[in-house]
């Protein structure tokens, strides 16, 4: 295996989580009430610490001197490897947390998988993460089916940002040389080898929340290589803006 | 050249430091007894102390990564080299029943022991905790999500005063 697939496949999962966790500390001040306020701003920190975690080893296998904080700030949209879902702009607050719901069942069984990866770098991350990615599982899980099983405006809202973001989970399954390349050295799982941990998780919260499963169809794909929507560059514009304004700037 | 006895002894008057300095967020904890040292050694004549993040995004890592630094050089002991250790991941069973204890006169209920693993912690009740003021078992989890990323926010029934759980994890 390359040091150039190991990079990549640190890339798409530390992306994910920057990009995820930038996203949902943007409810910060703005949710429904104060202990959701409180809990989606303790996500966000979560996925900003896992990405710290991921990216950091990517720059050091990339070995050219960037770290973290430079991969993060400093690339451009084209660069980043997130999953198109962890980008997809916040909506109402069923929209962030079925999003938050079907990306956290995708992680746990991710982190699962990698606690046993031969990497050892790699496993000892996911070992500290995947109890992070569990607690955040059950509070989207809860909410699902508080929001689908609800009101008929709750029902309603979050029955459509299924329907909206189901053709993003599609992607979370992909496998190219990169995944295939990991595969083989036992550094990661094949990505298809997670969908029926995922598919249970997600059949059974559908099912007590008494939502509809969108059927099986057409899939987003381009995260991976760089193709993005316009969401990813107005994002980055924000989060990136001090450290590009003000190169090199501390507290 | 450093006679054993000499070697050993800044290591043991490190611990004795580290027992010393707090948790910036819960203040009657030390790092040792949080389990965030993972451990001290002595490296040509430098001290290195090994901390475990408690959770990756905590942001009192800094803090208390800095706090450790100014201890051990305030001690006369030299600046220390940190090194942070992901593995194995930190686990609130490495906190001793004396912490707890304490913890739990705080007014903050300490985490249950052992820590729930894998998918049986998943969707699992929220667990039945004492409240820590009155000791009634008549109270509830008001949110998985507390004031600091260890900690969730409990109600009792009985003295109706709100109260944290130190998280399990
Ligand atoms: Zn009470």
């Keep these: 295996m390359s040091g150039g697939a190991r990079f990549e496949y640190l890339l798409r999962l530390g992306d994910s989580c920057l990009v995820l966790g930038h996203r949902v500390s943007e409810w910060c001040g703005h949710a429904p009430e104060l202990e959701e306020d409180i809990a989606l701003a303790n996500v966000a920190l979560d996925l900003t610490g896992q990405a710290d975690l991921l990216l950091g080893e990517a720059a050091r296998t990339e070995g050219r001197g960037r770290d973290a904080d430079a991969l993060a700030f400093l690339r451009d949209a084209w660069d980043f490897r997130n999953l198109l879902i962890c980008e997809r702009p916040n909506g109402d607050f069923a929209h962030t947390i079925v999003r938050q719901f079907l990306f956290d069942a995708w992680q746990v069984e991710l982190y699962a998988a990698l606690t046993g990866s031969g990497d050892s770098a790699l496993a000892g991350i996911a070992g500290k993460a995947v109890k992070e990615a569990e607690y955040h599982l059950r509070h989207s899980g809860e909410w699902v089916v508080r929001l689908g099983d609800g009101t008929a405006e709750s029902r309603t809202r979050a029955q459509a940002a299924l329907d909206a973001l189901w053709p993003y989970t599609g992607e979370m399954f992909e496998t190219d040389e990169t995944s295939a390349a990991l595969a083989a050295a036992h550094v990661a799982p094949d990505p298809e080898s997670l969908r029926p941990g995922w598919t249970r998780i997600v059949d059974s919260i559908l099912g007590e929340a008494t939502l509809t499963k969108p059927q099986a169809g057409w899939m987003q794909t381009g995260g991976f290589n760089g193709r993005h929507s316009e969401a990813l560059g107005h994002m980055l514009a924000t989060m990136q803006f001090l450290p590009r304004a003000y190169p090199g700037a501390k507290w | ?169």
């Excluded at chain 2, 800044?10 to 910036?24: E, F, K, T, Y």
């Excluded at chain 2, 389990?35 to 001290?47: A, F, K, P, Q, T």
């Excluded at chain 2, 004396?98 to 052992?114: S, T």
């Design chain 2, 1 to 169: 050249m450093v006679a054993p006895e000499a070697h050993g002894n800044r290591i043991a008057q490190a611990w004795s430091v580290l027992n010393g300095v707090m948790d910036p967020e819960v203040p009657v904890l030390s790092v040792v007894d949080l389990g965030v040292v993972r451990g001290v050694h002595e490296d040509s004549g430098e001290l290195r102390i090994d901390l475990t993040p408690t959770y990756t995004g905590c942001p009192a890592t800094a803090a208390i990564q800095l706090d450790v630094e100014n201890a051990i050089e305030a001690a006369g002991l030299g600046r220390p080299t940190i090194r942070i250790v992901t593995s194995p991941a930190w686990t609130t069973d490495w906190m001793s029943a004396d912490a707890r204890r304490r913890l739990q006169e705080y007014g903050i209920a300490p985490p249950e022991q052992p820590a729930p693993q894998g998918r049986r912690a998943l969707f699992a009740p929220a667990p039945a905790l004492a409240c820590p003021r009155c000791g009634s078992m008549r109270t509830r989890r008001t949110s998985e999500f507390g004031s600091t990323a260890c900690k969730a926010l409990y109600a009792c029934e009985a003295c109706a005063e709100p109260f944290e759980h130190f998280k399990c994890i």
